[in-house]
């Protein structure tokens, strides 16, 4: 272990400016990595982690990153939403996010104008409360007006609803065991 500050900060530095992580120029040094970041000026270390960022964002694609970056830009230019892109390639939507460039990210009234070209015509609410109002259920709405309603319990995703358990009432105190 070094005992001289200045020589100690001199070398902390150097090492820094080589390239070595905090926690392997403490490592060696046989310092804290809070030692090494008060003699290493924040700037500089700033500095470091943006060019390491600038480094990380331009390595070179393997061919399966062309290819996936490829498909995200095909299927959400094709007008999917970033959600269905997601699943239909099975990664996350951060992932897809990721892989489309600012420039080609829909603005959230463009994702809304697409959902209602692709939808087609908007469904007839005045009709669909009339029919409600005369006493359609939702889930007969939902058959008519295309899509299953989570108020049927055969459509509903989650599965029919469990069936409710009888209330047991607990023994009287005393009364568990009296009889032995």
């Not at 070209?117 to 259920?137: M, N």
């Not at 509903?156 to 568990?176: F, V, W």
Request: aromatic letters at 2%; zero cysteines; a positive charge.
């Amino acid at each position: 272990m070094v005992r001289d500050m200045k020589v100690l900060s001199a070398m902390i530095r150097s090492r820094y400016r080589e390239g070595a992580s905090i926690a392997v120029v403490a490592r060696e040094l046989g310092v804290s990595k809070s030692t090494v970041r008060h003699h290493v000026p924040l700037q500089e270390r700033r500095d470091a982690a943006a060019a390491a960022r600038q480094r990380h964002r331009n390595r070179a694609e393997t061919p399966y990153e062309q290819a996936l970056r490829a498909q995200v830009v095909r299927l959400y230019g094709s007008g999917m939403p970033q959600q269905r892109v997601a699943a239909t390639l099975g990664i996350s939507v951060e992932a897809v996010v990721a892989r489309l460039e600012p420039s080609q990210r829909r603005s959230k009234q463009e994702a809304a104008r697409l959902s209602v070209e692709q939808q087609g015509d908007l469904l007839p609410q005045e009709e669909i409360i009339a029919r409600y109002v005369e006493g359609a259920t939702m889930a007969e709405l939902g058959r008519l007006y295309g899509g299953a309603s989570l108020h049927d319990p055969a459509q509903d995703p989650r599965g029919p609803a469990p069936l409710p358990r009888p209330h047991l009432k607990a023994p009287a105190p005393g009364a568990a065991g009296a009889g032995r």
